[in-house]
């Protein structure tokens, strides 16, 4: 079993950035790939970024590419979302979520946190 808890969450300009952190406990982490998804008020959840055990091949959404930064840090169980030049179509409740092996796909995906709420005023 996987625990994860998502924080960093809140309220910013457009423009303004914001770094979520998910810390895991419980099964081996830096065995583990790690995704962050997110699901807008009445829109499916939706994949936003992914990275693999080791760090290297972080993968995004166009959507976010070149203005998200995801990096995990093994020895504190915690991997990040570093968001920047937020936009209002960014709102939503941000999950992070590990897997076995880095995918896009959701159900692939063992353990979910809580969510966290971003919210981006125009």
């Known amino acids: 079993q996987v625990q994860l808890v998502e924080s960093g969450g809140g309220l910013v300009q457009a423009g303004g950035s914001l770094r979520l952190s998910c810390a895991a406990s419980?099964?081996?982490?830096?065995?583990?790939?790690m995704g962050w998804f997110r699901q807008a008020l009445g829109k499916e959840r939706e994949f936003v970024a992914s990275?693999?055990?080791?760090?290297?091949?972080?993968d995004y959404a166009d959507s976010v590419k070149g203005r998200f930064t995801i990096s995990r840090d093994n020895a504190k169980n915690t991997v990040y979302l570093q968001m920047n030049s937020l936009k209002p179509e960014d709102t939503a409740v941000y999950y992070c979520?590990?897997?076995?092996?880095?995918?896009?796909?959701?159900?692939?995906?063992?353990?979910w946190g809580q969510g966290t709420q971003v919210t981006v005023s125009s």
């Open positions: 979520a590990a897997a076995p092996t880095r995918t896009r796909i959701q159900r692939l995906y063992d353990y």
């Open positions: 990275i693999t055990w080791s760090t290297a091949y972080p």
């Open positions: 419980g099964r081996t982490f830096s065995n583990l790939a």
